[in-house]
């Protein structure tokens, strides 16, 4: 069975910073495309930023130049670094893994709580 497990959440002040993990199992990692997605309450799931599996990135509007995210293939495993985060940024974040057509369905973690406040 396909996991995808997120650690790293947390409370934090605004203008903090946050590393958040996910680790990937029993899936071919490298040729997915990572994905972290957030939700806020009251509000639709959003996407935060993707890596391809050649590195590709692409980020929401909302956290360009905030947020970085970066993979390892050898670790299986996909980070989110969030700096000067503020208290929009608080959400449910979740990872997802997107396989190439062919390969199946979509994959989701179960998320982290980041929450931002003084």
């Known amino acids: 069975q396909v996991t995808l497990v997120e650690s790293g959440g947390g409370l934090v002040q605004p203008g903090g910073s946050l590393r958040l993990s996910c680790a990937a199992s029993?899936?071919?990692?490298?040729?997915?495309?990572m994905g972290w997605y957030r939700q806020a309450p009251g509000k639709q799931r959003e996407l935060v930023a993707t890596?391809?599996?050649?590195?590709?990135?692409k980020y929401a509007d909302s956290v360009k130049g905030r947020f970085t995210i970066s993979r390892d293939n050898a670790k299986n495993t996909v980070y989110l670094q969030m700096n000067s985060l503020k208290p929009e940024d608080t959400a449910l974040y979740y990872c997802?893994?997107?396989?190439?057509?062919?390969?199946?369905?979509?994959?989701w973690g179960q998320g982290t709580q980041v929450t931002v406040s003084s």
């Open positions: 997802n893994a997107h396989p190439p057509r062919g390969y199946g369905d979509d994959y």
């Open positions: 029993r899936i071919i990692f490298s040729i997915m495309t």
């Open positions: 890596i391809t599996s050649s590195r590709s990135t």
